[in-house]
Protein backbone atom coordinates (compact mmCIF):
# COMPACT_ATOMS: atom_id res chain seq x y z
CA UNK A 1 0.00 0.00 0.00
CA UNK A 2 1.19 3.77 -0.71
CA UNK A 3 2.24 5.81 1.89
CA UNK A 4 0.39 9.41 2.20
CA UNK A 5 3.90 11.01 2.08
CA UNK A 6 6.10 8.59 -0.09
CA UNK A 7 9.22 10.75 -1.76
CA UNK A 8 9.03 12.88 1.02
CA UNK A 9 11.90 13.77 3.35
CA UNK A 10 11.10 14.40 6.84
CA UNK A 11 12.89 16.02 9.83
CA UNK A 12 12.33 15.38 13.55
CA UNK A 13 13.93 16.88 16.65
CA UNK A 14 13.76 15.70 20.06
CA UNK A 15 13.87 12.08 18.36
CA UNK A 16 15.65 10.20 20.29
CA UNK A 17 12.68 8.66 22.39
CA UNK A 18 9.17 9.53 23.40
CA UNK A 19 7.09 11.34 21.05
CA UNK A 20 9.74 12.42 18.41
CA UNK A 21 10.79 8.62 18.05
CA UNK A 22 6.90 7.57 17.65
CA UNK A 23 6.33 10.19 15.20
CA UNK A 24 9.76 9.41 13.02
CA UNK A 25 8.80 5.68 12.64
CA UNK A 26 5.39 6.79 11.40
CA UNK A 27 6.93 9.57 8.93
CA UNK A 28 8.70 6.30 7.53
CA UNK A 29 5.72 3.86 8.19
CA UNK A 30 3.99 6.27 5.37
CA UNK A 31 6.76 5.95 2.66
CA UNK A 32 9.24 9.68 3.85
CA UNK A 33 12.72 9.32 4.47
CA UNK A 34 13.50 10.23 7.91
CA UNK A 35 16.56 12.60 9.73
CA UNK A 36 16.74 11.87 13.34
CA UNK A 37 17.92 14.65 15.09
CA UNK A 38 18.91 15.11 19.00
CA UNK A 39 21.64 15.97 21.68
CA UNK A 40 21.15 12.26 22.77
CA UNK A 41 23.48 10.09 20.21
CA UNK A 42 22.92 6.77 20.76
CA UNK A 43 19.20 6.77 21.80
CA UNK A 44 19.31 8.63 18.40
CA UNK A 45 21.03 6.15 16.05
CA UNK A 46 18.34 3.61 17.43
CA UNK A 47 15.35 5.44 16.28
CA UNK A 48 17.18 5.23 12.87
CA UNK A 49 17.85 1.66 13.32
CA UNK A 50 14.44 0.57 14.18
CA UNK A 51 13.61 2.51 10.91
CA UNK A 52 16.13 0.41 8.60
CA UNK A 53 14.66 -2.84 10.31
CA UNK A 54 11.03 -1.67 9.56
CA UNK A 55 12.42 -1.38 5.91
CA UNK A 56 12.26 2.49 5.93
CA UNK A 57 15.75 4.69 5.29
CA UNK A 58 16.52 7.11 7.98
CA UNK A 59 19.78 8.53 9.21
CA UNK A 60 20.44 10.51 12.87
CA UNK A 61 22.19 13.87 13.06
CA UNK A 62 23.21 15.30 16.73
CA UNK A 63 21.71 19.14 17.14
CA UNK A 64 21.96 21.36 19.75
CA UNK A 65 18.47 23.30 18.75
CA UNK A 66 19.66 26.20 20.88
CA UNK A 67 22.74 26.48 18.50
CA UNK A 68 21.34 28.45 15.25
CA UNK A 69 25.00 26.89 13.36
CA UNK A 70 23.79 23.54 14.30
CA UNK A 71 20.36 24.07 13.23
CA UNK A 72 21.44 25.47 10.23
CA UNK A 73 23.58 22.27 9.67
CA UNK A 74 20.81 20.52 10.45
CA UNK A 75 19.06 21.29 7.74
CA UNK A 76 21.64 21.73 4.87
CA UNK A 77 22.90 18.24 5.85
CA UNK A 78 19.43 16.79 5.34
CA UNK A 79 19.22 18.24 2.12
CA UNK A 80 22.35 17.09 1.53
CA UNK A 81 21.27 13.94 2.48
CA UNK A 82 17.88 12.64 1.17
CA UNK A 83 18.14 15.92 -1.35
CA UNK A 84 14.80 18.05 -0.14
CA UNK A 85 13.09 18.29 2.85
CA UNK A 86 9.53 18.58 2.91
CA UNK A 87 8.16 18.05 6.55
CA UNK A 88 9.37 19.24 9.86
CA UNK A 89 8.45 18.27 13.29
CA UNK A 90 10.18 20.86 15.62
CA UNK A 91 9.62 18.92 18.64
CA UNK A 92 12.62 18.95 21.18
CA UNK A 93 11.58 20.30 24.33
CA UNK A 94 12.30 19.74 28.63
CA UNK A 95 9.98 20.07 31.28
CA UNK A 96 11.54 22.32 33.35
CA UNK A 97 10.84 21.57 36.94
CA UNK A 98 7.98 22.42 38.97
CA UNK A 99 7.98 25.67 41.37
CA UNK A 100 5.29 28.87 41.89
CA UNK A 101 6.46 31.40 39.97
CA UNK A 102 7.85 33.91 42.72
CA UNK A 103 10.43 30.73 43.37
CA UNK A 104 11.49 29.78 40.14
CA UNK A 105 14.67 30.54 39.33
CA UNK A 106 15.93 32.62 36.79
CA UNK A 107 18.41 29.51 35.60
CA UNK A 108 15.56 27.49 34.99
CA UNK A 109 13.76 30.07 33.17
CA UNK A 110 16.06 30.76 30.80
CA UNK A 111 16.90 27.34 30.07
CA UNK A 112 13.43 26.28 29.33
CA UNK A 113 12.83 29.26 27.14
CA UNK A 114 16.03 28.83 25.17
CA UNK A 115 15.17 25.46 24.40
CA UNK A 116 10.97 25.28 24.34
CA UNK A 117 10.63 28.74 22.38
CA UNK A 118 13.87 29.87 21.09
CA UNK A 119 14.75 26.31 19.73
CA UNK A 120 11.72 25.73 17.93
CA UNK A 121 12.12 29.64 16.83
CA UNK A 122 15.70 28.74 15.15
CA UNK A 123 14.14 25.24 13.45
CA UNK A 124 11.60 27.05 11.77
CA UNK A 125 13.89 29.93 10.81
CA UNK A 126 16.26 27.74 8.67
CA UNK A 127 13.35 24.95 7.65
CA UNK A 128 11.55 27.87 6.36
CA UNK A 129 15.06 29.71 4.55
CA UNK A 130 15.05 26.26 2.42
CA UNK A 131 11.30 25.54 1.94
CA UNK A 132 10.66 28.97 0.47
CA UNK A 133 12.88 28.39 -2.50
CA UNK A 134 11.66 24.57 -3.24
CA UNK A 135 8.24 24.68 -3.19
CA UNK A 136 6.83 24.91 0.48
CA UNK A 137 6.77 21.83 3.01
CA UNK A 138 4.67 21.69 6.35
CA UNK A 139 6.05 22.61 9.73
CA UNK A 140 4.88 21.16 13.12
CA UNK A 141 5.66 22.32 16.71
CA UNK A 142 5.43 20.71 19.74
CA UNK A 143 3.73 22.64 21.84
CA UNK A 144 1.12 21.24 24.77
CA UNK A 145 -1.99 21.55 26.51
CA UNK A 146 0.48 23.62 28.31
CA UNK A 147 0.43 25.78 25.31
CA UNK A 148 -3.42 26.46 25.84
CA UNK A 149 -4.63 26.92 29.61
CA UNK A 150 -2.32 27.53 32.34
CA UNK A 151 -0.82 24.80 34.80
CA UNK A 152 -0.09 25.68 38.37
CA UNK A 153 3.77 25.28 38.65
CA UNK A 154 5.00 25.49 35.58
CA UNK A 155 5.61 29.23 34.92
CA UNK A 156 7.81 28.53 31.81
CA UNK A 157 7.17 25.25 30.48
CA UNK A 158 3.50 27.05 30.33
CA UNK A 159 5.36 30.19 28.81
CA UNK A 160 7.12 28.24 26.47
CA UNK A 161 4.67 26.40 24.85
CA UNK A 162 2.39 29.57 25.07
CA UNK A 163 5.02 30.84 23.19
CA UNK A 164 5.28 28.48 20.44
CA UNK A 165 1.57 28.25 19.38
CA UNK A 166 2.15 32.18 18.95
CA UNK A 167 4.76 31.87 16.96
CA UNK A 168 3.27 29.06 15.32
CA UNK A 169 0.42 31.14 14.14
CA UNK A 170 2.78 33.99 13.01
CA UNK A 171 4.56 31.74 10.68
CA UNK A 172 1.89 30.32 9.10
CA UNK A 173 -0.33 34.17 8.18
CA UNK A 174 3.60 34.92 7.00
CA UNK A 175 3.91 32.26 4.56
CA UNK A 176 0.67 31.10 3.58
CA UNK A 177 1.18 32.10 -0.06
CA UNK A 178 4.43 30.58 0.11
CA UNK A 179 2.73 26.74 0.37
CA UNK A 180 4.38 26.44 3.55
CA UNK A 181 1.71 25.13 6.43
CA UNK A 182 3.19 25.47 9.97
CA UNK A 183 0.87 24.14 12.86
CA UNK A 184 1.15 23.25 16.47
CA UNK A 185 0.07 19.62 18.27
CA UNK A 186 -0.95 20.34 21.77
CA UNK A 187 -1.02 17.03 23.29
CA UNK A 188 -1.92 16.23 27.25
CA UNK A 189 -0.19 14.04 29.25
CA UNK A 190 1.52 11.14 27.47
CA UNK A 191 3.28 8.19 28.54
CA UNK A 192 7.32 9.00 27.65
CA UNK A 193 10.44 9.29 29.45
CA UNK A 194 9.65 13.13 30.20
CA UNK A 195 6.47 11.51 32.30
CA UNK A 196 8.42 8.26 33.25
CA UNK A 197 10.93 10.68 35.38
CA UNK A 198 7.94 12.72 36.82
CA UNK A 199 6.65 9.44 37.80
CA UNK A 200 9.91 8.78 39.67
CA UNK A 201 9.41 12.11 41.56
CA UNK A 202 5.59 11.00 42.72
CA UNK A 203 4.27 7.13 41.77
CA UNK A 204 0.40 8.48 42.32
CA UNK A 205 1.24 11.00 39.32
CA UNK A 206 0.00 8.03 36.41
CA UNK A 207 -3.41 7.93 38.51
CA UNK A 208 -3.60 11.89 39.24
CA UNK A 209 -2.94 12.48 35.32
CA UNK A 210 -5.56 9.34 33.86
CA UNK A 211 -8.39 11.46 36.16
CA UNK A 212 -8.00 15.17 34.18
CA UNK A 213 -8.07 13.17 30.96
CA UNK A 214 -12.10 13.05 30.30
CA UNK A 215 -11.05 9.46 28.46
CA UNK A 216 -9.62 8.43 31.58
CA UNK A 217 -6.09 7.85 30.95
CA UNK A 218 -3.05 8.77 29.04
CA UNK A 219 -1.94 9.20 26.06
CA UNK A 220 0.40 7.31 23.88
CA UNK A 221 3.38 8.72 21.56
CA UNK A 222 1.85 7.27 18.67
CA UNK A 223 -1.39 8.74 19.26
CA UNK A 224 0.25 12.09 18.59
CA UNK A 225 2.79 10.36 16.00
CA UNK A 226 -0.52 10.32 13.91
CA UNK A 227 -2.04 13.69 14.51
CA UNK A 228 1.39 14.97 13.18
CA UNK A 229 1.92 12.83 10.32
CA UNK A 230 -1.47 13.71 9.42
CA UNK A 231 -0.58 17.58 9.56
CA UNK A 232 2.34 17.16 7.71
CA UNK A 233 0.53 15.15 4.96
CA UNK A 234 -2.06 16.31 2.29
CA UNK A 235 -4.76 15.30 3.31
CA UNK A 236 -4.03 18.38 5.91
CA UNK A 237 -3.63 20.54 2.65
CA UNK A 238 -6.08 23.31 4.05
CA UNK A 239 -5.19 23.52 7.60
CA UNK A 240 -2.38 26.04 9.11
CA UNK A 241 -2.02 28.02 11.73
CA UNK A 242 -3.68 25.77 14.13
CA UNK A 243 -3.01 23.92 17.70
CA UNK A 244 -4.75 20.60 17.51
CA UNK A 245 -4.85 19.53 20.87
CA UNK A 246 -4.74 15.65 21.26
CA UNK A 247 -5.46 15.55 24.72
CA UNK A 248 -8.34 12.90 25.22
CA UNK A 249 -10.20 15.45 25.83
CA UNK A 250 -8.45 17.77 28.22
CA UNK A 251 -9.07 21.56 26.97
CA UNK A 252 -12.46 20.71 26.32
CA UNK A 253 -13.67 20.88 29.87
P1 LIG B 1 11.36 13.26 25.90
O1 LIG B 1 12.13 13.81 27.04
O2 LIG B 1 11.37 11.81 25.66
O3 LIG B 1 11.78 13.94 24.52
C1 LIG B 1 12.38 15.19 24.41
C2 LIG B 1 13.64 15.04 23.57
O4 LIG B 1 14.20 16.34 23.34
C3 LIG B 1 14.72 14.21 24.29
O5 LIG B 1 15.13 13.14 23.48
C4 LIG B 1 15.84 15.22 24.53
O6 LIG B 1 17.14 14.64 24.47
C5 LIG B 1 15.61 16.22 23.41
N1 LIG B 1 16.22 17.52 23.69
C6 LIG B 1 16.19 18.23 24.85
N2 LIG B 1 16.92 19.35 24.73
C7 LIG B 1 17.42 19.36 23.46
C8 LIG B 1 18.26 20.25 22.73
N3 LIG B 1 18.73 21.38 23.28
N4 LIG B 1 18.56 19.94 21.45
C9 LIG B 1 18.09 18.81 20.88
N5 LIG B 1 17.31 17.92 21.52
C10 LIG B 1 16.99 18.19 22.80
O7 LIG B 1 9.86 13.73 26.13
P2 LIG B 1 8.58 13.77 25.19
O8 LIG B 1 7.44 13.71 26.12
O9 LIG B 1 8.66 12.84 24.03
O10 LIG B 1 8.67 15.29 24.70
C11 LIG B 1 8.62 15.69 23.35
C12 LIG B 1 7.93 17.02 23.27
O11 LIG B 1 6.56 16.85 23.68
C13 LIG B 1 8.49 18.10 24.19
O12 LIG B 1 8.52 19.34 23.49
C14 LIG B 1 7.48 18.16 25.32
O13 LIG B 1 7.46 19.42 25.95
C15 LIG B 1 6.20 17.86 24.58
N6 LIG B 1 5.08 17.39 25.40
C16 LIG B 1 5.17 16.26 26.14
C17 LIG B 1 4.09 15.83 26.88
C18 LIG B 1 4.13 14.58 27.71
O14 LIG B 1 3.23 14.39 28.55
N7 LIG B 1 5.10 13.70 27.55
C19 LIG B 1 2.90 16.58 26.87
C20 LIG B 1 2.83 17.73 26.10
C21 LIG B 1 3.93 18.14 25.36
Known amino acids: MAGTLDGRVALVTGGSGGIGRATALEFARQGAKVVVSDLLVE ?3 ETARLIGAAGGQATFIKTDVTQAAEVQALVGQTVETYGRLDCAFNNAGIEGGMAKTGDYTEERWAQVIRINLKGVWLCMKYEIQHMLGHGG ?4 NTASVAGLVGFRYGPAYVASKHGVNGLTKTAALEYAKADIRVNAVCPGVIRTPMFERGLQKN ?6 FAGVHPVGRIGQPE ?4 AVVWLCSPAASFVTGTQLPVDGGFVAQ
Open 43 to 45: AGQ
Open 137 to 140: GAIV
Open 203 to 208: PHLEER
Open 223 to 226: EIAR
